[in-house]
């Protein structure tokens, strides 16, 4: 069964405070996403990767930044949190074959006071 | 503009009833429409894929559809339990890397 795992569950972090979240796959995926979900407003792209230190914006990039050093791991840099970005992070891969789908992790409900 | 909508937002029904969820969409071009389940807190876990030639599709108490001329889908729950409560998910795939989500119809099964 592919296992994608994310950090953390629940992260609670403080205004202008630099967040991390991360992704392991154990899949050899090539592509790894992260999404944010908020309610109403379903699943929202923030960057993409489709190799190893190739990255891709989103629909929303703004205020994130992402880092894929190793083909297992996908990070997701929030360089000065702020608390529009409370929301759900949601980790997904696949490999290249659009056909078969994502697959995604367990979320991180990040919360920024 | 791409969009993928969903109805109806919320359904409560009894266990051992039936339920249909719709979704609508609007995607060009159109690569493959699947449905996910999402518990509440989880990552969204894929029910069923279709590609624009087929119309249905099964696993086990669930059934998708697909009207790839009305560009409608639904997805029909039989014999729902306790454990069917969740969100579900609506995303149909344009080109290679752009997945359209819709914002979910929460069903909700009662005892």
């Known amino acids: 069964d592919v296992k994608v795992t994310q950090s953390s569950r629940y992260l609670v972090k403080r205004t202008g405070e630099k967040v991390f979240l991360e992704c392991v796959q154990d899949?050899?995926?090539?592509?790894m996403f992260w999404y944010r979900q908020d309610p109403g407003l379903g699943l929202r792209l923030i960057y993409f990767?489709?190799?190893?230190?190739?990255?891709e914006k989103g629909d929303i990039p703004e205020g994130y930044s992402v880092s894929r050093e190793k083909k297992e791991r996908f990070s997701l840099i929030l360089e000065s949190a702020s608390t529009n970005q409370t929301s759900m992070y949601l980790c997904?891969?696949?490999?290249?074959?659009?056909?078969?789908?994502?697959?995604f992790g367990p979320g991180t409900r990040l919360t920024v006071t | 503009k791409n969009q993928v909508e969903q109805s109806p937002q919320s359904l409560i029904i009894l266990e051992g009833k039936n339920c249909t969820l719709q979704?609508?969409?609007?995607?060009?071009?159109?690569?493959?429409l699947r449905w996910y389940k999402q518990d509440t807190g989880r990552g969204p876990v894929s029910l069923t894929i279709?590609?624009?030639?087929?119309n249905t599709k099964s696993n086990g108490r669930y059934t998708a559809t697909l009207d790839a001329d009305t560009k409608q889908s639904s997805l029909h729950i039989t014999a729902s339990q306790l454990s069917d409560s969740a969100s579900y998910i609506c995303v149909v795939t344009s080109g290679t890397y752009k997945y359209i989500f819709g914002t979910g119809t929460r069903l909700k099964v009662l005892a």
């Open positions: 899949m050899d995926h090539e592509n």
């Open positions: 979704c609508n969409y609007t995607v060009s071009p159109f690569s493959n």
């Open positions: 990767s489709y190799d190893v230190k190739m990255k």
């Open positions: 279709m590609t624009f030639s087929e």
């Open positions: 997904a891969s696949r490999t290249g074959g659009y056909q078969i789908g994502q697959y």
